[in-house]
């Protein structure tokens, strides 16, 4: 069973930068790709970031530009470094990770408030 602990979330204001990051333990089969995801109250859970295991990222076009996501394959962790953060990026920021075997696991969730 694959295990994921978020940290970085935190309260800033509009403009500011945070970095997520999320480890990922016990793993028995390796992990293929490992991403960050968003839900904001009253919406739906969004894609942000993912990252393969081959260095292939992918981003929502809302966070082109500003958010930047990297990947330690041998550490099993995967960081979200958010830049010039806005408010309607407030949202509690959930780690996925999809194992080799096709199993998907979720992590509980960091809160990030962007709010002057």
């Known amino acids: 069973q694959v295990q994921l602990v978020e940290s970085g979330g935190d309260l800033v204001q509009p403009g500011a930068s945070l970095r997520l990051s999320c480890t990922a333990s016990?793993?028995?089969?390796?992990?293929?790709?490992m991403g960050w995801y968003r839900q904001a109250p009253g919406k739906q859970r969004e894609l942000v970031a993912v990252?393969?295991?081959?260095?292939?990222?992918s981003y929502a076009d809302s966070v082109k530009g500003r958010f930047t996501i990297s990947r330690d394959i041998v550490r099993n962790t995967v960081s979200l470094q958010m830049n010039s953060l806005k408010p309607e990026d407030t949202a509690v920021y959930h780690c996925?990770?999809?194992?080799?075997?096709?199993?998907?696991?979720w992590g509980p969730g960091t809160q990030v408030t962007v709010s002057s």
């Open positions: 996925k990770a999809t194992g080799s075997m096709g199993s998907v696991y």
């Open positions: 990252a393969s295991s081959v260095g292939a990222t």
């Open positions: 016990g793993s028995k089969f390796g992990i293929l790709s």
